[in-house]
């Protein structure tokens, strides 16, 4: 079971953000934790997720999150084979 982390760079206000997901919930949640980002921060419109800031992807790669492309996310989400 992993946590990954996404290379998007969606503008939001004045930063670039991507998208943390997990294999479970709660691996979502632990490293969030980890990361001291807050549960109101937790999205789950269309798939359970954080966006994150540059700055915190580094620090979630630091802490053992896969870097993947959004490419690669999306597929893994759908289920696809890479």
Not at 10 to 18: D, E, S, W
Not at 45 to 62: E, F, G, M, W
Request: one cysteine or more.
């Amino acid at each position: 079971m992993s946590v990954y982390v996404d290379d998007c760079k969606a503008p939001y206000r004045n930063m670039k953000m991507c998208h943390m997901t997990a294999d479970t919930a709660e691996e979502l949640q632990a490293m969030a934790n980890r990361l001291g980002l807050p549960y109101w921060m937790h999205q789950s419109k269309s798939h359970p997720h954080y966006d994150l800031s540059q700055s915190v992807r580094k620090l979630a790669i630091a802490c053992g999150a896969i870097s993947e492309t959004a490419m690669e996310g999306a597929r893994r989400r759908m289920g696809s084979v890479l």
